[in-house]
């Protein structure tokens, strides 16, 4: 159970992280006009959906498991 509290933990840590470089790749590419800066904006976003989906797929599991 703590294995996967601290998982949990360390998913929504990098959805977090993710989303902070996400923000910033996107206002440097927004200052600069580059679109190769948006293909990683859109890169860093795809990351934040598939952690979210991860986290889901976690908690679905712990509460399957509970019952």
Same mark, same amino acid.
């Given at each position: 159970?703590? #294995?996967?509290? &601290?998982?949990?933990i360390v998913i929504?840590? #990098?959805i977090? +992280?993710?989303f902070?470089? &996400? +923000?910033v790749i996107a206002?440097?590419?927004r200052g600069t006009g580059m679109s190769s800066m948006l293909l990683i904006f859109m890169?860093?976003?795809?990351?934040?959906?598939m952690l979210s989906i991860l986290y889901v +797929?976690? #908690?679905v599991i712990?509460?399957?498991?509970a019952k």
């Open positions: 159970m703590t #294995t996967r509290k &601290s998982r949990k929504q840590i #990098t977090i +992280l993710a902070i470089f &996400s +923000l206002y440097i590419a890169a860093g976003l795809q990351v934040i959906v +797929l976690e #908690t712990e509460i399957m498991e």
